[in-house]
T-cell receptor, first 115, second 115 residues
Framework: AQKITQTQPGMFVQEKEAVTLDCTYD???????LFWYKQPSSGEMIFLIYQGSYDQQNATEGRYSLNFQKARKSANLVISASQLGDSAMYFC????????????FGTGTLLAVQP | NAGVTQTPKFRVLKTGQSMTLLCAQD?????MYWYRQDPGMGLRLIHYSVGEGTTAKGEVPDGYNVSRLKKQNFLLGLESAAPSQTSVYFC??????????????FGQGTRLTVV
């Protein structure tokens, strides 16, 4: 069965430093994708970045990048040069097999950026 | 662009009352979903729809019903609310294309409290 694990319930980072949020997954699907979403205190879910299992290079979107290690089944989110506005809950997610795009989510990591 | 709009944003119900949450999307997406978010559990799929007139059960469907009479709308109903249904509810939608970056677009959430 598909499973997403985020082992860090909460993390602190100093402003302007980089931080890595961990995500490991388990799937038997040979082709899959990993998503990261941000949920600020206002509650909305904001798409950050996507990585496909057959993508040759790690995905990057501005200050966000994915450290994708397929053999280890990990897709860690790296945020460079943290900003106070990065303080939020971060969720890793993966579509379930089948042509429905249903997502399963990890339990999330609460990131606090300190000035 | 409105994207995905949920109404209402907040609601308090008494045990046994019924209500309907409305989700509307203006992106012509085929697929729509209802998730619930509870502390420490990430988002879990309640029901989903792969097209107008179709619905299917997700991970936690008990106590909920859904309808997709129009492509742009996906309704979530609680026939007899229970305190266990206190949660934040998110509607989401995606294109029908599967594989690749099938980003889910989320509504702003509905905070429901059942007393």
């Amino acid at each position: 069965a598909q499973k997403i694990t985020q082992t860090q319930p909460g993390m602190f980072v100093q402003e302007k430093e980089a931080v890595t949020l961990d995500c490991t997954y388990d799937t038997s699907d040979p082709s899959y994708g990993l998503f990261w979403y941000k949920q600020p205190s206002s509650g909305e879910m904001i798409f950050l970045i996507y990585q496909g299992s057959y993508d040759q290079q790690n995905a990057t979107e501005g200050r966000y990048s994915l450290n994708f290690q397929k053999a280890r089944k990990s897709a860690n989110l790296v945020i460079s040069a943290s900003q106070l506005g990065d303080s939020a809950m971060y969720f890793c997610a993966m579509p379930l097999p089948g042509a429905t795009n249903k997502l399963i989510f990890g339990t999330g990591t609460l990131l606090a950026v300190q000035p | 662009n409105a994207g995905v709009t949920q109404t209402p944003k907040f609601r308090v119900l008494k045990t046994g009352q019924s209500m309907t949450l409305l989700c509307a999307q203006d992106m012509n997406h085929e697929y729509m979903y209802w998730y619930r978010q509870d502390p420490g559990m990430g988002l879990r799929l309640i029901h989903y729809s792969v097209g107008e007139g179709t619905t299917a059960k997700g991970e936690v469907p008990d106590g909920y019903n859904v309808s997709r009479l129009k492509k742009q709308n996906f309704l979530l109903g609680l026939e007899s609310a229970a305190p266990s249904q206190t949660s934040v509810y998110f509607c989401a939608s995606t294109y029908a294309r599967t594989g690749g970056n099938t980003e889910a677009f989320f509504g702003q959430g509905t905070r429901l409290t059942v007393v």
